[in-house]
């Protein structure tokens, strides 16, 4: 099948990369998102997010001519759609999977599809949201014929094909990663791999739409419940007095052991969301990806303890002051190290926590942006690192950007000190 115009619905960290990449392979690609200023942006040959390379590839595509962006959906022969998937809170349950997103999405697509079109969706989805694309696409268009009605036969083809790449590398892992496929049949698998092999040198592997979703959450399911056990590995060292980073050195020269770092929590718009999918689905049968995302989910009250502790030393060592008196420097915000990505970051939500309550002066030091969030409005002050050691008491190490871990020994002498990543 030709491919000659790609339509991306949705351009954010995923969605503008993977249409950058397809364009500098000379594919006209059509962007479409609701955010006028994303689309502004883009058409003027800049970017709206942090992302290596991104900013070269996407003004290269828009000078030639290749790359564009609208609001409204134009028609195309492949739509690929990369758009949120959060939670939604139904009958006391705060993480159900909310597909108001992908609706939107498809009802916007709809009437610009012709037969012979390539639907694909590339948004982490929990199991059956591809089908449930297809019913949607169905119901907006009864002149058109799909895949879960006309099986091989159907006028459009519709597939799942989920991005598996690491933000700060996404546009070198869109082309070196192999990719999962699945179509809701086979022919649909194989019309989606043709689509993914102009611009992915590693291998398009094709199954079935649920399987490829499923793969997905088990990806980030076994990386939360590793990411969990040296999570809680780092509470137990810290109420037996040990090293968990020392520890985790030791245990590591195992040959067949090889565990992970702890942190302030988990973060980003996959692993920490992603196994809440399979949860929603099988409450109970998944009881270990369940209690993993508890202990990680609540590594940030336990951090937030530990920068009590930390105020309640520089008291005692100071008791001519009190915590209005005390400022406190969180060390970034980002949910992973040298992205401006702030989304489920267990820093950010640190951060906003301490603002609530800490009455002194909170400062935030995070490389990445110019500007703090909303929920941190007149709450706390952005300032370089230099600044901020040299006005705090309590020192927050939350994200180790590569500035704070290029930082001189000694600078942290004579400050009380929190560090969630061992880098200091």
Known sequence: MEFNTISMIGLGYIGLPTAAVIASRRKTVVGVDINQHAVDTINRGDIHIVEPELDIIVHSAVKEGYLRATTTPEPADAFLIAVPTPFKAENGNDHVPDLTYIESASKAVAPVLEKGNLVILESTSPV??????????????????????????????????????????????????????????????????????????????????????????????????????????????????????????????????????????????????????????????????????????????????????????????????????????CFGLAFKPDIDDLRESPALKIVEQLASYHPGRLVVVEPNIETLPPSLHGKGDLLDMSAAFEQADVLLMLVDHKQFKAMPVGRTAGKRLVDTRGIW
């Open 128 to 329: 059956g949201a591809t089908e449930q694309m297809a019913k949607w696409l169905a119901e907006a268009r009864p002149d058109l014929t799909f895949p879960q009605t006309h099986g091989e036969d159907s006028d459009i083809r519709i597939a799942h094909c989920p991005e598996r790449v690491l933000p700060g590398h996404v546009v070198r892992e869109l082309v070196e990663n192999d990719r999962v496929i699945g179509g809701m049949t086979p022919r649909c698998s194989e019309v989606a791999a043709s689509l993914y092999r102009i611009f992915v040198d590693g291998e398009c592997i094709t199954t079935t739409a649920r399987t490829a979703e499923m793969a997905k959450l088990t990806e980030n399911s076994f990386r939360d419940v590793n990411i969990a056990f040296a999570n809680e590995l780092s509470i137990i060292c810290d109420k037996i007095d040990i090293s968990v980073w020392e520890l985790i050195r030791l245990a590591n020269r195992h040959p067949r052991v090889n565990i992970l770092q702890p942190g302030p929590g988990v973060g980003g718009h996959c692993i920490a969301v992603d196994p809440w999918f399979i949860v929603s689905e099988t409450p109970d049968e998944a009881r270990l990806i369940r209690t993993a995302r508890e202990v990680n989910d609540g590594k940030p009250e336990w951090v937030l303890e530990k920068v009590q502790q930390a105020v309640g030393q520089f008291l005692t060592a100071n008791p001519d002051k009190t915590a209005r008196d005390v400022t406190i420097a």
